[in-house]
């Protein structure tokens, strides 16, 4: 005896272009000039926000505000969120001191560093 298989034609595929899957974000929605976004498009540009560092340089070299106290209250800082800033030897704060300065100020030629 032969065992007879029939198909179910089960028509055209569906489109998939507008439909979303599992997990696929749906991109049937529209902009605001009927212009259908790409995936991870981004709706509005973004931009950086101005930078406030590196201030410039003082004329005269020197910076009233740039002191041993500033240097250790950032040390400090360190220490409370469980930096061994507290056992730092002498290379270690000069190396936070240059690093320090260099966030805050401009290098002489202009630019930044």
Do not use: W
Not at 51 to 78: C, E, H, M, W, Y
Not at 85 to 94: S, V
């Amino acid at each position: 005896m032969a065992t007879r298989v029939t198909c179910v034609d089960p028509g055209p595929a569906a489109s998939a272009k507008n439909t979303a899957g599992p997990g696929l974000p749906d991109n049937s929605r529209n902009d605001s000039k009927g212009r259908r976004p790409m995936v991870d498009e981004h709706r509005t540009p973004q931009t950086e926000p101005e930078r406030v560092f590196p201030i410039p340089r003082p004329a005269s070299g020197n910076d009233p505000r740039f002191t041993l106290g500033l240097l250790l209250d950032v040390k400090q800082v360190l220490v409370q969120h469980g930096y061994p800033m507290d056992q730092a030897t002498g290379p270690d704060h000069l190396a936070l001191k240059q690093a320090l300065f260099r966030f805050l100020y401009a290098s002489t030629d202009g630019g930044e560093r």
